[in-house]
């Protein structure tokens, strides 16, 4: 049911933005805790540790800022998700 003054070009931005938070939050909070587990492993330093969790978190931050730049562009040919198609059961 759709609310009274939004119209269906509304609706997939706000599921762009939707697929794009959830999407920026795993890779994010994954690569973190790869990052983490790394550095608790391999460093002994505190600086290192704190290094390496950092770098894991770039890394999350700067794919997930590549994937929602695509999702907003239109080409969502490399995505494990369909944006703006409701799922069928």
């Known amino acids: 049911m759709e609310a009274k003054g939004s119209s269906r070009a509304d609706l997939l931005l706000d599921e ?7 999407l920026t939050l795993r890779r994010v909070v994954y690569s973190t805790a790869g990052g983490a ?3 608790l492993t ?3 330093s ?4 704190w290094s390496a969790i950092a770098f894991g978190a770039g890394i999350g931050l700067g ?4 994937d929602c ?4 562009s239109g080409s969502d040919k490399t995505l ?9 059961h």
């Open 42 to 44: 391999l460093f002994r």
């Open 16 to 22: 762009k933005w939707d697929a794009a938070i959830d």
């Open 80 to 88: 494990p998700f369909s944006v703006g198609e409701s799922a069928k």
């Open 46 to 49: 505190p600086s290192t540790r």
């Open 63 to 66: 794919s997930a800022l590549r």
């Open 69 to 72: 730049s695509s999702i907003f």
């Open 37 to 39: 587990a790394v550095a």
